[in-house]
């Protein structure tokens, strides 16, 4: 049995949970699989004026008492003051590329957001704030929330496009960028270690000896496979799992000892795996396959295969009971090859 084929034989397995402002909230992008960012506790925002040694300026003052407002507002849990802080027509893009607009539509998410985490913390720093004729400013910074005392943190970068109203400076345009580190490619695979280790697969067509380790580097499950099929020279296999960031998914790609190959796509399921298997067989015929990958305990998953097309035509669905293999006796000789 090979995870990724379509038969078996002789014949024929992300944070992120990393949420908007209407997800996790405004300032809340927890990933399952990133490491948090430490909380800055300074009291206030900080701002830096163009020199060390000179002073803030009058536009550097207003903006830092814009930003002190907004944590304070924030950490009070206070919508009203929050959606006041943007002007009549603003508009609001978070991470995710959403859109939220008018101050009464940002008040309300606010309020969603604080009944869901009364006891989320803001910090905040301004990093630079430059103006742009008399009526506009461009600001730009860094803020960091923890959803409850002493929780994971989250940052992001922001950048807001503030209005002169007034003795005020309201923000008419706010967007926001994730600043958390991108998971590495062992942590989005995480989920899949349990399969490291030796495992066998006997049936009436033969036995499969399995075999799953990490790769040196850690950025990849690799997987070997040996069928026994009676009296017919061994079917051998070579499995590569790994995450495929521009597609946001887990890959698989395996090579048989008879010259075919195939690709296929994991999908966390509810209770499992789920593989969009395609192949290219040795002479040329192409096929497809959806495999479902199940563990029933830590020695034991099922396979099943559905779903099967190989050189156009419609194959038998199958399923499989996988077995972790128990541990060598002390002192017995090493397998073969081994």
């Known amino acids: 049995m090979r ?9 024929s397995m992300r944070r992120r949970i990393a949420g908007g402002w209407l997800a996790t909230g405004w300032f809340l992008a927890v990933a399952g699989v990133a490491s948090a960012q430490a909380v800055v506790t300074s009291p206030t925002p900080v701002i830096q004026s163009a020199s060390p040694a000179a002073p803030l300026t009058a536009v550097e003052k207003a903006i830092a008492a814009e930003a002190e407002a907004t944590v304070k507002a924030f950490n009070a849990g206070d ?32 309020k969603r957001f604080f009944a869901r985490f009364p006891q989320a913390v803001l910090d905040m720093e301004v990093t630079d704030a430059r103006a742009i004729g008399d009526k506009l ?25 503030r209005t002169k109203e007034g003795d005020r400076w309201p923000i008419a345009s706010y967007r926001e960028f994730s600043d958390d580190p991108l998971p590495t490619p062992a942590e989005m695979l995480a989920p899949l270690d349990w399969l490291v280790g ?26 070997d496979y040996n069928l026994s099929v009676g009296e017919l020279a061994n079917s051998r296999s070579t499995q590569r799992i790994g995450w495929d960031p521009v597609e946001s998914k887990l890959r698989s790609w395996t090579f048989d000892s008879d010259g075919g190959f195939s690709e296929g ?11 969009k298997s395609e192949a290219t067989m040795p002479d040329g015929t192409t096929g497809s396959a959806t495999i479902s990958i199940r563990p029933s305990d830590q020695d034991h998953f099922m396979v099943k295969s559905a779903d099967r097309i190989i050189a156009g035509v419609k194959e038998p669905d199958f399923k499989l009971v996988i077995a972790r293999k128990p541990p ?11």
Do not use: C, H
């Open 3 to 11: 995870l990724s084929v379509l038969s078996r034989g002789t014949g």
């Open 198 to 223: 030796e495992w066998v697969d006997q049936s009436p067509e033969g036995t499969t000896q399995i075999s799953y380790q990490w790769s040196e580097d850690g950025n990849f499950l690799i997987g």
């Open 265 to 275: 796509e994991w999908m966390a399921a509810d209770d499992g795996w789920l593989v």
């Open 328 to 338: 060598a006796p002390a002192g017995a000789p090493a397998a073969a090859g081994k």
């Open 137 to 161: 400013v461009v600001e730009e910074g860094v803020r960091r929330i923890t959803a409850d005392q002493g929780g994971a943190a989250a940052q992001m970068r922001y950048a807001a496009v």
């Open 79 to 110: 919508p009203a003051a929050l959606g006041n802080m943007f002007i009549e027509d603003a508009e609001l893009v978070d991470e995710n590329g959403d859109v939220t607009e008018t101050r009464a539509e940002i008040t309300g998410l606010f």
